[in-house]
Every structure is written in C-alpha cells, then in structure tokens.
C-alpha cells in the first residue's frame, strides 16, 4: 500500500506545474494549458491535453518517470482523453476528419481508429 506522501507530492507537482503552464511567457506567445487531466485505472499514468504545440494533442505523464509523452499529431486537435478500463486503450475527440468525432488508440498512441463518422455522407 502506497504511503501518502507517495501520492499526494506527484499531485501536489502536476497542480503546480498545471498552473503555471497557463501563464503567458511574453509578448505575443501562446498562452499554454494543460487541461483534462485523467488518471490511468492503475493510477501510474495521467493523460492530459494541451496546446502546447500550437493544436490541442493528447499526453500522458508517466508518474514513475515524470516522462512526458505526446500521443496524437499537431496536424489537427485533440481533446478529452478517457481511459479504457484495463488502461490498454485511450478514446479522445478529434477534428482530424474535418469535423468533430470521437476516436480510439492504444495507450502509446498508436494505432488510432475512428469510432464515429465512419460512414461516408
């Protein structure tokens, strides 16, 4: 069993450094934000989004590492990512098709597939 302090410094990290990355960093730059914040079902790893890039993409903060990883592209947006139940997959919103639709990957990122709009119109 984990001991408190395990938990709550991680937590206590991430809410610092989510806080600060919404400051603008001068003129004319880009206000950064990480938003949507949702922890892995083994609490290991937290997916997030972020514009950080200049296109809103999806992440994941491995807790053990600090290892920040960025699993969709900047060519389109990417929001709201959502844990499968075992944590081997991850759903999230796209404008990758030119309209709004909700697609699935594996926790590293790959092997992405649309779950609505596949019909053609």
Not at 37 to 66: H, M, Q, R
Request: net charge negative; charged share 20%.
């Amino acid at each position: 069993m984990r001991s408190i302090i395990t938990i709550l410094v991680p937590l206590l990290v991430l809410a610092l450094g989510l806080s600060l990355s919404g400051c603008l960093l001068g003129p004319g730059e880009q206000k950064v934000a990480k938003i949507d914040p949702v922890w892995s079902p083994d609490g290991t790893k937290l997916a997030f989004t972020s514009n950080e890039s200049g296109k809103w993409c999806i992440y994941v903060l491995d807790l053990a590492t600090n290892e920040i990883k960025r699993l969709t592209d900047d060519q389109s947006n990417a929001i709201a990512p959502a844990w499968s139940p075992d944590g081997t997959k991850i759903t999230f919103s796209s404008d990758r098709s030119g309209r709004w639709e909700i697609y699935l990957m594996e926790a590293d990122g790959s092997r992405v597939q649309p779950l609505t709009g596949t019909e053609q119109q």
